[in-house]
């Protein structure tokens, strides 16, 4: 069910990865004195607790240390853990209402079968931080935040997958940072900008990869493709365990229903970053 259940995965997704560019996260951080990077480091981190820079560079993975290292510990000496993720919680509801997702119709049973992936995915949680540290969060009270947050677990399990992944191929968090921008190249500007590597560390990186045969200049080989879609296969087994208890059947139906979530978070714009 592995094809299955990315479609599940890939549909349900924007309804939890808006949160990274609606301008409601930065405005609820602002409150609580953080910048927009300070507050995305804190505020995904925040399940963890008062949590070091090293922590979240060793989970976060792709990220340049220092900017991690300017943000945190930092952060906590303007707001706790706790405040963070209420914050974080009150600029999810916002946005998921400015895009009427509280609207769409059978929010319920997409969400019973998103929550019921999510719970199970506990019994697999050996090895994966970010998903055990979000997962013992309580779940909140509105339904449209259960949602977002039943696809938060789930895409923190399929995450810690992915990393682990990357790391026994050998690919470091800045690697990944440029295969992925190889492949995308609309998105090349904006990982460079957010991940903040230094030219000399990437330029380095990238001529590692291109002795690996995995790019030609700043683009895919036919082995970089071929490699990279092995990286996104063993991921996507991975995270069939939190849907497994689904079966195919539900699975399926859970990506059909949420379909509709997904497409009123991309058509009401929550995909673009907040500028």
Known sequence: MRETARRAWRRLEPVHSMIYFVPEGPRHYAELGLDAAAGYFASRSAAFGRASAELVIATFYNFNPGLVRMALPAAWEKATPEQVLEARLAAAGAALRRAGIDRIPRLEETLALARRA?????????????????AALPWPDEPILQLWHAQTLLREFRGDGHVATLLAEGVSGLDAIILHAADDQKASGFLKFTR???????????????ARGLLDGETLTPEGREFRQHL???TDTLAVPAYAALGERDCAELADLARPFGRAVVDAGLLTPAR
């Open 118 to 134: 999510a719970e199970s995915a506990v019994d697999h949680a050996h090895g994966r931080p970010l998903f055990a540290a979000h």
């Open 196 to 210: 903040a590597w230094p030219k000399e560390a990437w330029q380095a990186a990238a001529e590692a990869l291109q």
């Open 232 to 234: 996104e296969e063993r």
